[in-house]
Structures are given as structure tokens and as C-alpha cells.
């Protein structure tokens, strides 16, 4: 299991990358919002630990994002004991469960393990789109069960696509999910990299609906 920590505070990152690594758990680590929430939309996390206050990108905004994106992975809040309304406003944004600090580090440990536990089965891994199927918690993708190879950036585009399927998705909205702030953004490049995906896909399940954007057919029904 994978586990992303987002904290800046480094000494309580750092304990609990090492409790988590001690339990048994891969762990990757973030100290701030934006770094966080980068991990978070690209990285198949099994769960994250995310503070609620944090620099660049406050841990609302980025847990917002995520489940804006699709992104179904459980999420603990660390939030402070006395605002209750830190809590209310987590839930809302979609986190799975809150801890207060201080708090110790066997109840994250055991919050943790009960929302692994409750995910399988819930947050499905796998999209299907006719005969495509992507896998996000491995970043398999393949065609009639044959793998196909994709950058990862042809992976994310697509991946986008896959989790928003069934509504037309604008290129305005591809580019903002899939480069930092830092890209120089044009959204004609959008264009080339879904070109590059049907062409190695080798079937035409990514739809143009002109001058809206993209739209990926619904899942289809029973297996997933
Ligand atoms: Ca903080």
C-alpha cells in the first residue's frame, strides 16, 4: 500500500512517514499544498494523510481539486482541535476521516488501516470504456486486454478523460488538471497529445465534440 503525507511541519512529517514506513507502508512525502496536491492527481495513493493548513495551496483547496478530478482515494484531514468548523468544511470538500492534533500516532495508524480497509471494494481502481481499460491504481492501460505503452503525460490526459467519462471535458479544463502552474499552457498541445492517444490505442473511443471538447462514452456496464 502507498500512502502520500502532505504536512509542513517538518518534524510531524517526518514522524509520521516513519510510523507509517515502520508499519509497513510505501510513503511518499509533500510539505506543501501544491507539491501535495501534484502527487495526489498523479500518483496512485492507496490514501493520503493531508493537513488542513498549508502553504501555496490550503488542504481544502487541494482535497477540492482531487475529488473535482475524480480522484477517489480515502483522505485523513489533520485539522486543529478547536475549530470544529475545519472538520465540517473537510467532510464537505470529501475527505473519508479527521484526526486532531496533537494527536498520537497509533490512532492514524489505526484510522489508516480502517479506511484501506473500507475503500476495497468502494473507490473502484479500474475505468473501462468499451474495450480500453485503465487501471489507476497501477497505471495499466490496455485495449482488449493488450497493454499499451503511454507517456505519462499521454497516461494523465487520458486517465482525465477516463474519469470524467460520459461528459464532454473542455480543453481549458485538460489543461488545468494536467500542467503546473509553471507550464507554459496552450491548450492546441492538448490536441497533438489526444491525437498520440487514439493513434496508440488504436480504437476511436475519445470523441471531438467541436468547439466544446472532449467527451469519452459512459463505462460499460457490469464488469469493472
Ligand atoms: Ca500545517
Given at each position: 500500500?502507498?500512502?502520500?503525507?502532505?504536512?509542513?511541519?517538518?518534524?510531524?512529517?517526518?514522524?509520521?512517514?516513519?510510523?507509517?514506513?515502520?508499519?509497513?507502508?510505501?510513503v511518499d512525502r509533500a510539505s506543501d499544498g501544491e507539491e501535495g496536491h501534484y502527487l495526489g492527481e498523479t500518483e496512485p495513493y492507496?490514501?493520503?494523510?493531508?493537513?488542513?493548513?498549508?502553504?501555496?495551496?490550503?488542504?481544502?483547496?487541494?482535497?477540492?481539486?482531487?475529488?473535482?478530478?475524480?480522484?477517489?482515494?480515502?483522505?485523513?484531514?489533520?485539522?486543529?482541535?478547536?475549530?470544529?468548523?475545519?472538520?465540517?468544511?473537510?467532510?464537505?470538500?470529501?475527505?473519508?476521516?479527521?484526526?486532531?492534533?496533537?494527536?498520537?500516532?497509533?490512532?492514524?495508524?489505526?484510522?489508516?488501516?480502517?479506511?484501506?480497509?473500507?475503500?476495497?471494494?468502494?473507490?473502484?481502481?479500474?475505468?473501462?470504456?468499451?474495450?480500453?481499460?485503465?487501471?489507476?491504481?497501477?497505471?495499466?492501460?490496455?485495449?482488449?486486454?493488450?497493454?499499451?505503452?503511454?507517456?505519462?503525460?499521454?497516461?494523465?490526459?487520458?486517465?482525465?478523460?477516463?474519469?470524467?467519462?460520459?461528459?464532454?471535458?473542455?480543453?481549458?479544463?485538460?489543461?488545468?488538471?494536467?500542467?503546473?502552474?509553471?507550464?507554459?499552457?496552450?491548450?492546441?498541445?492538448?490536441?497533438?497529445?489526444?491525437?498520440?492517444?487514439?493513434?496508440?490505442?488504436?480504437?476511436?473511443?475519445?470523441?471531438?465534440?467541436?468547439?466544446?471538447?472532449?467527451?469519452?462514452?459512459?463505462?460499460?456496464?457490469?464488469?469493472?
Amino acid at each position: 500500500m502507498r500512502l502520500l503525507v502532505v504536512e509542513d511541519d517538518p518534524d510531524l512529517n517526518r514522524q509520521l512517514a516513519t510510523a507509517l514506513i515502520d508499519a509497513g507502508y510505501v510513503v511518499d512525502r509533500a510539505s506543501d499544498g501544491e507539491e501535495g496536491h501534484y502527487l495526489g492527481e498523479t500518483e496512485p495513493y492507496d490514501a493520503i494523510i493531508l493537513d488542513i493548513g498549508l502553504p501555496k495551496m490550503d488542504g481544502l483547496s487541494v482535497l477540492e481539486s482531487w475529488r473535482r478530478a475524480g480522484r477517489v482515494m480515502p483522505v485523513l484531514m489533520l485539522t486543529a482541535r478547536d475549530r470544529w468548523s475545519d472538520k465540517v468544511q473537510a467532510f464537505d470538500a470529501g475527505a473519508d476521516d479527521y484526526v486532531a492534533k496533537p494527536f498520537h500516532l497509533e490512532e492514524v495508524l489505526a484510522r489508516i488501516r480502517a479506511l484501506l480497509r473500507r475503500s476495497v471494494g468502494h473507490a473502484k481502481s479500474e475505468f473501462l470504456c468499451g474495450p480500453v481499460r485503465l487501471d489507476s491504481r497501477t497505471g495499466r492501460v490496455t485495449v482488449d486486454g493488450a497493454p499499451v505503452k503511454l507517456t505519462s503525460h499521454e497516461y494523465r490526459l487520458l486517465s482525465y478523460l477516463m474519469h470524467h467519462s460520459g461528459r464532454v471535458v473542455s480543453r481549458t479544463e485538460l489543461v488545468e488538471h494536467l500542467y503546473d502552474q509553471d507550464f507554459d499552457r496552450d491548450s492546441n498541445t492538448i490536441e497533438v497529445f489526444v491525437g498520440r492517444i487514439r493513434k496508440k490505442l488504436g480504437v476511436d473511443v475519445i470523441q471531438t465534440v467541436r468547439g466544446l471538447g472532449y467527451l469519452l462514452a459512459a463505462p460499460t456496464e457490469g464488469r469493472s
